[in-house]
């Protein structure tokens, strides 16, 4: 794993003598969110030009291929994609077009549907997955030491995991 030099971005002001560590978290936030956006541009890139998928997309196939049979409900999505109610319908609605997921009504519910990935999709996510992995550890992980990819891991599950 290659060192890579730090791009340079806009300056950030320097902190005030005591500042009660709010310049800290200002850093912290503003370095976050670029390093999502950067990661996140590229990763959207690479899946649209390899696999016709966006982030979503791709995230909706994963968690199908992972859910249970003889499908998912639509609704339980929701937190996984983190999308609207509407916007995962119409995202469920395009892949099922394109024959990657089926839909279902739900035995127990009338009014329940049912969403499960088909071996299409599961062709499809096949290939994402090497795109995706390559992509994170481009533009991710190969940037920094192993010690801080472990750390850097580390940090972001306690983070997930600390929920309210």
């Known amino acids: 794993m290659q060192e890579t030099p730090e791009r340079p ?3 950030l002001p320097a902190p005030a003598a005591d500042d ?3 310049y800290a978290c200002a850093r912290a936030w503003a370095a976050l969110i670029a390093a999502h956006a950067r990661v996140a ?5 690479a899946l649209a030009l390899a696999c016709s998928l966006s982030i979503n997309d791709f ?5 199908l291929d992972h859910g249970p049979r003889p499908g998912t409900r639509l609704g339980a999505l929701i937190p996984a994609v983190q999308l609207t109610q509407p916007s995962l319908s119409r995202a469920v609605a395009r892949l099922g077009r394109r024959g990657w997921l089926s839909r ?14 088909t071996p299409a999709g599961q062709e499809v996510l096949g290939r994402a997955v090497g795109v995706h992995a390559q992509t994170i550890r481009e533009f991710l992980l190969d940037p920094l030491t192993p010690r801080e990819q472990d750390l850097l891991a580390r940090a972001l599950t306690r983070i997930g995991a600390n929920r309210p």
């Open 41 to 45: 541009e590229q990763l959207s890139t």
């Open 20 to 22: 009660g560590g709010e």
């Open 104 to 117: 279902a009504g739900a035995a127990d519910d009338r009014r329940g549907v049912l969403v499960a990935i």
């Open 9 to 11: 971005g806009p300056p």
């Open 59 to 63: 995230e909706i196939l994963l968690r």
